[in-house]
T-cell receptor, first 113, second 114 residues
């Protein structure tokens, strides 16, 4: 069964520093993978998605993620954190042909001025 | 595009009352999903529809929960009777058959059952 694990429920970085949010998936077949962002009192917004094309995926707001099959990982990065990046980030997986999304537990990102 | 629309945005009710949450998916989208978000359990898929037909309701907690999609532009999630443990944020999402891997989420309904 598909499962997604996010390491670190809380991550704090200084403004201007590298953001790294970790996500590992468990599946016998490489799935589709997603990162969503949730700002306070709002719904989830798609940041980026991997759908078996390029392994390095660029998303909105300067975020990108790299699919590494050998490590079963899909970590989210941004070179320079901005105060507006403070939010909760969710990694999600989806098996090909199945519309159901399986979400990780989320990582709350705090930006230190 | 208006995005996914949910109403109400906030609902406070007393235990035992019926609660109805509403969702209007993005026009032209074929699939509609209902999720529940709590601190304890995170984001859980409750049920999803494709072309107005329920496809998977295995996440519906119990018989107190029911969902309908009478047409392509409207869905309801009903809780009857409501209990304090139903307090959560309920999200609706929709996707298109052409890009069905991508789900677009509504702003959510924050439900508090006293």
């Amino acid at each position: 069964a598909q499962s997604v694990t996010q390491l670190g429920s809380h991550v704090s970085v200084s403004e201007g520093a590298l953001v790294l949010l970790r996500c590992n998936y468990s599946s016998s077949v490489p799935p589709y993978l997603f990162w969503y962002v949730q700002y306070p009192n709002q719904g989830l917004q798609l940041l980026l998605k991997y759908t078996s094309a390029a392994t390095l995926v660029k998303g909105i707001n300067g975020f990108e993620a790299e699919f590494k099959k050998s490590e079963t990982s899909f970590h989210l990065t941004k070179p320079s954190a901005h105060m507006s990046d403070a939010a909760e980030y969710f990694c999600a997986g989806q098996n090909f042909g199945n519309e159901k999304l399986t979400f990780g537990t989320g990582t709350r990102l705090t930006i230190i001025p | 595009d208006a995005g996914v629309i949910q109403s109400p945005r906030h609902e406070v009710t007393e235990m035992g009352q019926e609660v109805t949450l509403r969702c209007k998916p993005i026009s032209g989208h074929n699939s509609l999903f209902w999720y529940r978000q709590t601190m304890m359990r995170g984001l859980e898929l409750l049920i999803y529809f494709n072309n107005n037909v329920p496809i998977d309701d295995s996440g519906m907690p119990e018989d107190r929960f029911s969902a309908k999609m009478p047409n392509a532009s409207f869905s309801t999630l009903k809780i009857q009777p409501s209990e304090p443990r139903d307090s959560a944020v309920y999200f609706c999402a929709s996707s298109s058959n052409r890009g069905k891997e991508t789900q677009y989420f509504g702003p959510g309904t924050r439900l508090l059952v006293l």
